[in-house]
């Protein structure tokens, strides 16, 4: 099925261990986004990709490194995990920034202890 | 700074009985306004989009409006089916792109 998937769908880390959420669209957007989900909080931006090729800021970057592996593919890094990016972690993607239109993966859960 | 407010937080409502949700914002410039259904453990699921005041769009039980400041999610005869997470999101510009910022969502239970 067409769509956005994540991997893992749940983690958990010991803090200051780092690991990678990977995702991947086959639906050839050409943008592609990190959100993060905490009660109360709403959804919240971290980096996102434009275009293949960009990577820009978003609203909470600090802890975080991104790489757009391809056209596909956009991966979340983690260097040395917190207890406060115990979240719940959203790939999605759309045709282009404009298009709010976005396809959500189902989410990883990351839990740092 | 621009700013999505939701409410209610939670609506309870039994099955039949119709309601609205609130969706109201503070940007510059509205470049459209977006609603999301987010059932538990999944990630969002598009709804619609709106661009202007006096615009309405409708899917089944669902019908969403616009004005200047607000927006409206309303929902005719509901159905145990439709108790879900219904998140809103408004444009606002950030790194030279105009990224949506979501409100904290109104969660609705529909009891049969």
């Known amino acids: 099925n067409a769509g956005v998937t994540q991997t893992p769908k749940f983690q958990v880390l010991k803090t200051g261990q780092s690991m990678t959420l990977q995702c991947a669209q086959d639906m050839n957007h050409n943008s592609m986004y990190w959100y993060r989900q905490d009660p109360g909080m709403g959804l919240r931006l971290i980096y996102y990709?434009?275009?293949?090729?960009?990577?820009d800021k978003g609203e909470v970057p600090n802890g975080y490194n991104v790489s757009r592996l391809n056209k596909r593919e956009f991966s979340l890094r983690l260097e040395s995990a917190a207890p406060s990016q115990t979240s719940v972690y959203f790939c999605?993607?759309?045709?282009?920034?404009?298009?709010?239109?976005?396809?959500f993966g189902s989410g990883t859960r990351l839990t740092v202890v | 700074e621009d700013q999505v407010t939701q409410s209610p937080e939670a609506l309870r409502l039994q099955e039949g009985e119709s309601s609205s949700l609130n969706c109201s914002y503070t940007?510059?410039?509205?470049?459209?306004l977006f609603w999301y259904r987010q059932d538990p453990g999944k990630g969002p699921e598009f709804l619609f989009t709106l661009y202007s005041a006096g615009e309405e769009k409708e899917k089944e039980r669902l019908k969403a409006t616009l004005t200047k400041k607000e927006s409206f999610l309303h929902i005719t005869a509901p159905k145990p089916e439709d108790s879900a997470t219904y998140l809103c999101a408004v444009p606002s510009e950030g790194g030279g792109s105009y990224i949506p910022t979501f409100g904290r969502g109104t969660s609705l239970i529909v009891h049969p």
């Open positions: 999605a993607s759309s045709f282009d920034p404009g298009n709010y239109g976005y396809t």
């Open positions: 990709s434009a275009s293949e090729g960009t990577t």
């Open positions: 940007v510059s410039g509205l470049r459209g």
